[in-house]
């Protein structure tokens, strides 16, 4: 069975840090583009930063020098270090595991950023 499961989220001030983790399970991680997204209250669910196989990253242009992904294939894990967090950043943050063959998505942690 596959399961993706984030973790991490919480409420911060704004200026402050998070570490979110997205560990998966069933399936060959080391092939897929892993990704997070987020989406705030109201708004629809935004793509903000993609690792794929051989590491390479991407980033939407509001994160960019803020937010680091990262990727451990050993322990089936993607990492979103998120620093000098905005309130703009608050949302529920999901990870998705992509292939051509197919997709996985987690159930998504709670990011407040918040005085």
């Known amino acids: 069975q596959v399961q993706l499961v984030e973790s991490g989220g919480g409420l911060v001030q704004p200026g402050g840090s998070l570490r979110l983790s997205c560990a998966a399970s069933?399936?060959?991680?080391?092939?897929?583009?892993m990704r997070w997204y987020r989406q705030a209250p109201g708004k629809q669910r935004e793509l903000v930063a993609v690792?794929?196989?051989?590491?390479?990253?991407t980033y939407i242009d509001s994160v960019k020098g803020r937010f680091t992904i990262s990727r451990d294939n050993g322990k089936k894990t993607v990492y979103l270090q998120m620093n000098s967090l905005k309130p703009e950043d608050t949302g529920v943050y999901y990870c998705?595991?992509?292939?051509?063959?197919?997709?996985?998505w987690g159930p998504g942690t709670h990011v407040t950023v918040s005085s």
């Open positions: 998705k595991a992509a292939h051509p063959r197919d997709t996985y």
């Open positions: 069933g399936i060959d991680f080391s092939i897929y583009a």
């Open positions: 690792i794929i196989r051989d590491g390479s990253t």
